[in-house]
């Protein structure tokens, strides 16, 4: 099993839609965990920190959930320039682990 | 949050030649990273530079290949050596945010070994 598993897509949704998809990962001491955005060959570009309470910013919303060891991104009324590449990446004491990432098409 | 300059873009170069790759940050931080991502693959650590001791490499990475240089707390290089074409992908610099806000990143190098 890999560290942290990403289902690779591409996730089509229409332009207003509601998407959400999820990040599981195997090391149960994991400490920190955040969702970057990645635009076809640009660098990734942090999104948004994940708190164990779930966090929202704007449309996005992320959750945690501890149990069943794994992470949320919700994006509601999803834009054209929601397109891109969503890696969910776990911390453990600076151990830096990255998923493969989730890819997102907004369509017209 | 910090901002880093990462030279050169993208480059094209013959197998067996080397490639210097610089990352510059507008402020001090301990620890940079290098990064590899191959295309539609995640990022790989390939080692962690700190200032003023040698890096340390991530298993399948060794120093004769990927040689880094940490003069000081705002720079780095890292070098790809005795290129070939199994080293064609992006090589990115990284540093920690402050507090619990995630890593920024280099723009990237985008290399292609022929």
């Known amino acids: 099993r890999k560290e942290v598993e990403q289902d690779p897509g591409p996730f089509n949704v229409p332009e207003g839609a509601t998407v959400a998809f999820n990040c599981t990962y195997s090391?149960?001491?994991?400490?920190?965990f955040f969702w970057y955005r990645q635009d076809c060959r640009k660098e990734p570009k942090l999104l948004m920190s994940v708190y164990s309470s779930g966090n929202e910013d704007g449309r996005f919303t992320a959750q945690l959930n501890r149990a069943s060891q794994y992470i949320s991104l919700l994006i509601r009324d999803s834009k054209l320039s929601d397109s891109a590449t969503y890696l969910c990446v776990v911390d453990s004491n600076y151990q830096l682990i990255w998923g493969a990432g989730t890819k997102l098409i907004i369509k017209p | 949050s910090a901002v880093i300059s990462q030279k050169p873009s993208r480059d094209i170069c013959q197998r067996g030649t080397s490639l210097t790759i610089q990352c510059q940050v507008d402020?001090?931080?301990?620890?940079m990273f290098w990064y590899r991502q191959q295309p539609g693959q995640s990022l790989t650590l390939i080692a962690t530079?700190?200032?003023?001791?040698?890096?340390?490499?991530e298993s399948g990475f060794v120093i004769d290949k990927f040689p880094i240089s940490r003069p000081n707390l705002t720079f780095s290089t890292l070098t790809v050596s005795n290129m070939s074409p199994e080293d064609s992908s992006i090589y990115l610099c990284?540093?920690?945010?402050?507090?619990?806000?995630?890593?920024?990143f280099g723009s990237g190098t985008r290399l292609t070994v022929v």
């Open positions: 402020s001090q931080v301990t620890m």
């Open positions: 090391n149960s001491a994991s400490q920190s």
């Open positions: 990284s540093v920690r945010r402050m507090g619990n806000y995630g890593y920024t």
């Open positions: 530079a700190n200032q003023g001791s040698e890096a340390t490499y």
